[in-house]
């Protein structure tokens, strides 16, 4: 088996006005890192995702853009399960359109979401994954652990009575 070697991708302004060179294999994400003004280059970020919840009858949709990283995915986890503690929403539908990449620590705070929806009855569903985040949950067969859906709107209806 033939596997190409790693590409330099240069992002030319990321959310903070400084470029980003990023390090990728195939689908993956090896390393990201900042060029500031003055020609340094960092591995650290200001902010890489934004979060915003909205309510559809009695169910909450998460928006989430940005990647879901080792660095952002405290920010998604602690949003995603506060909302499920709440008490308020039986089902929690987190939009996922707006997700370029998710790397194996964002794959962690999808499962632990997943876990403490169940620990309180409450359903988690997800949809608009990416080609990549669709690849990462099919590699770690967790695609057909989750609750996946193709629209916001069968997303909020859920799964398909069985049968």
């Given at each position: 088996m033939v596997t190409a070697p790693p590409?330099?991708?240069?992002?030319p302004v990321c959310g903070s006005g400084h470029p980003v060179v990023d390090?990728?294999?195939?689908?993956?994400?090896l390393v990201r890192l900042l060029v500031s003004s003055g020609g340094a280059i960092s591995t650290s970020f200001r902010r890489t995702m934004e979060?915003?919840?909205?309510?559809?009858?009695?169910?909450?949709?998460?928006?989430?853009?940005?990647?879901?990283?080792?660095?952002?995915s405290p920010?998604?986890?602690?949003a995603v399960i506060a909302i499920l503690k709440?008490?308020?929403?039986?089902?929690v539908v987190v939009n996922l359109r707006g997700v370029r990449y998710i790397d194996s620590a964002g794959v962690a705070s999808l499962v632990e979401a997943l876990m403490?929806?169940?620990?309180?009855s409450k359903a988690l569903a997800l949809y608009g994954l990416?080609?990549?985040?669709?690849?990462?949950?099919e590699l770690t067969r967790l695609i057909n652990v989750f609750e996946v859906h193709e629209t916001e709107e069968e997303a909020l209806i859920g799964k398909p009575a069985a049968g």
């Open positions: 590409v330099w991708r240069i992002i390090l990728v294999l195939g689908s993956w994400l979060i915003a919840t909205r309510t559809s009858g009695t169910s909450t949709i998460v928006d989430v853009v940005g990647d879901i990283t080792l660095y952002s920010e998604f986890r602690n709440d008490g308020e929403s039986p089902r403490v929806s169940r620990e309180l990416s080609v990549v985040a669709r690849e990462v949950l």
